[in-house]
């Protein structure tokens, strides 16, 4: 599946217009539609916030993941939260590289995923 089958597919989930989801993400609606309609590809950044926006890994986002995240599976606030302590323990920052807060986020979702199954288990 290619990544604007994907993004179709995710904002037709949330039921969104095209306009409303390029609003949220800071795009026009003409940059959205392109990238829906693989007539244009997102730069690192944008597909980011696109990742952020849908609550889904970048990989899922290019066809390079095929199982979807569950949705809403750990707050935005959550992960922030998370990855700010981080800097702050490790003196680091996870956000300058899109594809490293990706990761990272990739990977706090996991873990939270691993916990969650963990003590369906207890």
């Known amino acids: 599946m290619l990544l604007g089958d994907r ?29 829906e309609l693989n007539t244009r590809s997102p730069d690192q950044e944008t597909l980011k916030k696109m990742a952020n926006y849908f609550n889904q890994s970048i990989d899922y ?13 750990l707050p935005e606030e959550v992960i922030l939260k998370v990855i700010s302590q981080a800097e702050e323990d490790f003196g680091v920052s ?22 969650k199954s963990t003590q369906k288990g207890d």
């Not at 597919?9 to 990238?35: D, I």
């Not at 986002?61 to 599976?73: A, F, I």
């Not at 594809?99 to 916990?115: G, H, P, S, T, W």
């Open 94 to 115: 996870l956000r300058d590289d899109p594809v490293v807060e990706a990761a990272v986020r990739d990977l706090i979702r996991n873990l939270a995923k691993m916990k």
């Open 61 to 73: 986002l290019l066809g390079r993941d095929t199982k979807e995240s569950e949705p809403n599976s």
């Open 7 to 35: 993004l179709s597919e995710l904002r037709k989930n949330k039921k969104e217009t095209q306009e409303q989801t390029a609003k949220n993400l800071g795009l026009t609606r003409s940059a959205y539609s392109q990238y």
